[in-house]
């Protein structure tokens, strides 16, 4: 049998070499296991040729095994195997591994390493396995920290930042907050460069106290560039033998806030001035009575101080319960409504002082309020009394006037009925007597006797229609209603106007002043409708109704206009509301264009007599005036 052929001399020392490298590791193993990092030694196959004792301890005895198989129970080199880098490129290689042991999932970082000969070639790879599962449970821990506080800190309502006792930022969150310029925020810029564009520290610098004495503090500050507003607080971070090591400072931009305020403080002061100065007196009460604030005017208007009423509780004020503002009052903060009246109260001077009030509700504090303004209001109160008195004297003037010129136009009346009338008869008697006794043959002085006769006629005639003008005599004979139905058809026969008369009754019964005011009222408005109104016919109704006698008269016309009612010159409307309300009355005068105009009036009945007595107390005196 043939003899084996001898390896070469090189095969042997290629052989060899791995050998002599264990040898060599070997006698490095104490320095080895010192090191505490597991360490193995791979081929340029991957087969394991060394491990040692601590990586025998974490992933067992794997020597003469591939590591590919050992490791990850795979039949080829791992993708991305930092080892095979290594084989390729002769550099180390680092990476991070989660490999499954016997107990847990670790994580240990694996640093790969050539191991070459004199010559310079690889011949195996050494790989340093540190198990960094602590480390890495620490980074993550760490992350989620960090990634907790950037949460907090960017949900932050500001800018947080961390300085050190140099007043350098070493932390910020300023990138999500603008009011930061961007060219403040590169490297770790002084604080003070940032807020307040200065190359040293400020004069008081809250920051800087706070390092010193390690107190919170929290302070506001204004930029001296664009004027805005910082509130900035300054919390210590201290160390374990509690020196202060960083300052945190929370900064809000608080410039709307602060116009806002001096908004407020404006508006306060704008109302305090108002409330000082105002003529008008102005309270606040809580709904539960108690006064809450008062001004200078309503003090001096009931005689008091400011500070009196402020003690005072208006539910208990029998100024309050007497005059009906306590009941007001009420009413107001139950319904919500405003609510406004005059009262009468006498101040603590004995003076008798007119008010008017306005109650308001409100609400301040989520609670019922209520705002009572007082004017003082005495002197237009005496003005008003003075008109009022005034206007009643007038209107009495009037009244008199008119019953002057009405008794006249009576005793005129009568006069041309009774002297006149008689002596014209008595002349048409003579003439007619004067012409009987003329001879025969006369024909001249009987014709002039005949013209002399007929112009006695016109002149009786004409005398009879001045007398029933200045007072129709059935009127006074026949009253009230019959004097309607006369002056109507009259109307009708001078103007072809129709005319319709409706009567409550005949029996309509009043004295004699409101006869007389009725049937004036009633002529004026027909002397209207002949004058303005266009109209082709007159409707009128006299009433007499719940002790009141009620006129009212229609036309068809063009209708009086809102302006033609309240011209100052239109003195016959005015002469009918001033007949009115003389007797009490009232008169209402309305037109709509195109179909006509309304006048109503009534007076109250007084004075109402029984018809037998009619004629004997409405008899118009001879004696003047003071029927």
């Known amino acids: ?10 095969q042997e020392k290629v052989r060899s070499t791995p050998i002599r490298l264990l040898e060599e ?85 694996i640093t790969s390493s050539p191991l070459k000969d004199t010559k310079g070639k690889i011949i195996a790879g050494i790989e340093v396995v540190r198990d960094v599962t602590e480390r890495k449970r620490v980074d993550e821990s760490l992350k989620k920290t960090e990634n907790l506080l950037t949460s907090i800190f960017a949900a932050l309502d500001g ?15 300023w990138k999500e907050h603008e ?23 400020c004069e008081y610098c809250p920051p800087k106290e706070t390092f010193i004495d390690g107190k919170f503090r929290i302070y506001e500050d204004q930029n001296p560039v664009d004027g805005s507003y910082k509130e900035i607080s300054a919390s210590p971070v201290f160390d ?104 009468n109260v ?21 609670q019922p309020h209520l705002l009572a303004l007082f004017t003082d209001i005495s002197k237009r109160k005496r003005v008003e009394e003075e008109l009022r008195k005034s206007e009643q004297q007038l209107r009495n003037l009037t009244a008199y006037a008119q019953k002057v010129a009405e008794i006249e136009r009576t005793n005129i009346a009568r006069e041309i009925h009774d002297e006149l009338a008689q002596t014209l008869t008595v002349l048409k008697m003579d003439l007619t007597w004067l012409k009987k006794k003329l001879p025969v043959g006369q024909n001249p002085m009987t014709e002039k006797i005949n013209t002399m006769l007929k112009a006695i006629d016109r002149t009786i005639e004409t005398m009879k229609r001045i007398a029933t003008d200045l007072r129709p005599g059935i009127l006074d004979d026949l009253g009230l209603a019959a004097a309607i139905e006369w002056q109507a058809e009259e109307f009708q026969k001078q103007t072809g106007i129709k005319c319709k008369v409706a009567l409550d009754s005949e029996d309509i019964i009043l004295d004699r002043d409101r006869n007389t005011a009725i049937f004036r009222i009633f002529q004026e408005t027909l002397t209207n409708v002949a004058r303005h109104a266009k109209a082709t016919q007159v409707t009128v109704s006299l009433k007499e109704k719940e002790g009141k006698i009620k006129l009212t008269v229609k036309d068809n016309g063009k209708g009086i206009t809102k302006e033609e009612i309240a011209h100052p010159k239109s003195y016959g409307l005015m002469g009918i509301g001033e007949r009115a309300k003389i007797l009490n009355g009232n008169s209402i005068i309305k037109g709509v264009h195109g179909k006509g105009t309304s006048v109503t009036v009534e007076i109250p009945v007084h004075q109402k007599k029984k018809k037998e007595s009619y004629l004997l107390n409405n008899t118009p005196s001879t004696t003047g005036v003071t029927e």
């Open 159 to 173: 800018l947080l930042i961390v300085i050190d006792k140099d007043l350098r930022v070493v932390y910020s969150n």
């Open 179 to 201: 009011f930061i310029p961007k060219e403040k925020r590169l490297g770790h810029p002084y604080c003070y460069e940032v807020f307040k564009y200065l190359k040293a520290p």
């Open 346 to 366: 006498v101040s603590t001077f004995g003076k008798e002082v007119w008010f008017a009030c306005r109650f308001v509700p409100f609400q301040f504090e989520d």
């Open 1 to 10: 049998m043939a003899d084996k052929k001898k390896p070469s001399t090189h």
């Open 25 to 109: 590791i070997a006698k490095s193993e104490v320095i080895l296991e010192a090191i505490g990092d597991a360490i193995s030694v791979q081929d340029r196959t991957f087969k394991i040729i060394y491990e040692n004792k601590v990586h025998r301890k974490i992933f067992g005895d794997h020597v003469g095994e591939y590591c590919y198989k050992a490791y990850k129970k795979r039949e080829d080199v791992c993708d991305g195997c930092n080892l095979a880098l290594t084989f390729k490129d002769g550099a180390v290689h680092k990476v991070l591994r989660e490999l499954q042991t016997d107990k847990e999932t670790r994580y240990f970082e």
């Open 240 to 343: 374990s033998t509690g020196k202060v090591v960083w300052v945190v400072q929370h900064v809000r931009d608080i410039t709307e806030r602060k116009k806002a305020e001096r908004l407020i403080t404006d508006a306060l002061t704008f109302n305090k001035t108002i409330l000082r100065t105002s003529p008008i007196g102005i309270v606040t009460f809580k709904a539960s009575g108690q006064c809450v604030s008062a001004n200078d005017a309503i003090a001096k208007m009931v005689g008091g101080t400011v500070e009196k009423l402020l003690k005072q509780d208006f539910r208990r004020l029998e100024s309050w319960k007497r005059s009906g503002m306590l009941e007001a009052a009420e009413d107001v903060l139950a319904t919500g409504t405003v609510k406004t009246m005059d009262i």
